[in-house]
């Protein structure tokens, strides 16, 4: 089936810039973008125009970092944090993460996809088309392969790429505690054996809250023997280097990076892996160090940025709200928080050849906005000015 939306600025993406072209067609068949360009070159076609009336649009969005699917919420924490407990101090006393754990453990399959479908709804009414989402709370074989199908079925209720992680090394359960390197033989022995065919890529805490760069290491390695991506969560809390870590080892992304030195980011910068940032726990945690942001710049390291939807220190569903955020807390540029939501977004889920740019070839996933100078998408904070979202041409 042959598809154009005609009469629309288009911000390609492609190359360095935004890759704006003011009179753009993009066509698609079965699918798939075969045209995206000039109106005066584009293919002509009996297809049917969609006139989308001098409007913008833009690949659909990606949420590259989430852990949209998880039991219960944490706001009894967050009341608790505001009466001057501290994050570590709520974890190390069996809260956290943890807590989220036990309501993660006693919900079934089906109540996790139910109480995770709101989020996905909030996402994808922002014109997401593409998700990626992590375990990290069931911390047991059964819990973690659980959180991943319920991830997957998430795909199935609606219109969405789901990118599913495994991250077994989030947290240390209360059976393993004091025992993290006997937990991490579970991760690596038996967990990522078993996620192997539920998952796209792997993820491990780094952390002195977490899990440490060796422990981190044997995780990465077991994730590679099995053929997995890797991602990390890296320098959120303290600089362990984990992101250099996951450079050297070939990573897709390292996440978060406010404690990131100069040297971690020239080797994500060499490696070519993406530095996911993530303003709404940046935020949410009134962090106060930022990102090495200049320093990437420097060394030509690529920024993406995402919600890490997480019901501990980012519970957030808004992506756009993270495009503010990203400019106004982290001093990103229009180009570069627009492209950290596509582009290169797609670059830290491993999808650089499916979806991210408006080319021929790629997946036909189209965000259509009620705007035509692409700032405005960067510019407000908590408005929604989505006209229409695209997925594979429907
Ligand atoms: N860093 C984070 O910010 C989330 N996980 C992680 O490794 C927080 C997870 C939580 O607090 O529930
Ligand atoms: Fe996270």
């Not at 795909?155 to 991250?167: D, K, N, Q, S």
């Not at 726990?281 to 939807?309: C, Q, S, W």
Request: charged residues 20%.
């Amino acid at each position: 089936m042959e598809q154009r939306w005609t009469n629309a600025r288009i911000a390609t993406m492609a190359g360095d810039e935004l890759g704006l072209i003011d009179d753009g067609v993009v066509a698609a068949k079965d699918g798939r973008i075969v045209y995206a360009g000039p109106a005066t070159g584009a293919p002509t076609t009996a297809a049917k125009a969609h006139d989308c009336e001098g409007r913008l649009i833009t690949p659909g969005l990606i949420d590259c970092h989430t852990h949209l699917v998880h039991g219960g919420n944490r706001a009894n924490e967050w009341a608790m944090r505001l009466e001057g407990a501290s994050y570590e101090e709520i974890a190390r006393a069996g809260g956290g993460i943890l807590s989220t754990m036990r309501a993660t453990r006693e919900a079934s399959e089906e109540e996790l996809v139910e109480s995770a479908l709101p989020r996905l709804d909030a996402l994808i009414a922002e014109g997401v088309t593409t998700i990626e989402i992590k375990s990290g709370y069931g911390l047991s074989t059964d819990d973690e392969l659980k959180m991943l199908r319920a991830a997957r079925a998430l795909g199935g209720h609606r219109a969405i790429r789901v990118e599913p992680t495994f991250l077994g090394a989030h947290a240390i359960p209360p059976e393993y505690k004091g025992k993290s390197d006997t937990y991490i033989d579970l991760v690596v022995c038996e967990m990522i054996p078993a996620a192997a065919p539920l998952a796209s890529a792997v993820d491990a805490f780094c952390e002195g809250i977490g899990f440490s760069p060796a422990q981190c290491t044997r995780v990465i390695e077991s994730a590679q023997a099995h053929g997995l991506a890797v991602k990390l969560h890296a320098e959120q809390l303290s600089a362990l280097h984990g992101s250099a870590l996951a450079a050297r080892h070939g990573a897709l992304s390292a996440d978060h990076l406010e404690h990131a030195t100069d040297e971690d980011v020239r080797a994500m910068a060499e490696a070519g892996t993406v530095a996911v940032l993530l303003p709404g726990a940046y935020y949410f945690m009134r962090e106060t160090k930022l990102p090495p942001v200049d320093a990437m710049r420097r060394h030509g390291t690529r920024i993406a940025l995402a919600t890490d939807n997480n019901p501990g220190t980012s519970p957030t569903t808004s992506l756009l709200l993270m495009l503010n955020m990203g400019a106004t807390l982290f001093g990103l540029t229009v180009v570069e928080a627009l492209r950290g939501v596509t582009v290169n977004a797609a670059a830290a889920l491993g999808l650089g050849q499916e979806v991210g740019t408006l080319e021929a070839g790629k997946a036909c996933d189209l965000a259509i906005w009620n705007v035509s100078d692409p700032a405005e998408l960067v510019y407000r904070i908590g408005f929604n000015p989505l006209h229409q979202r695209i997925k594979d041409g429907q």
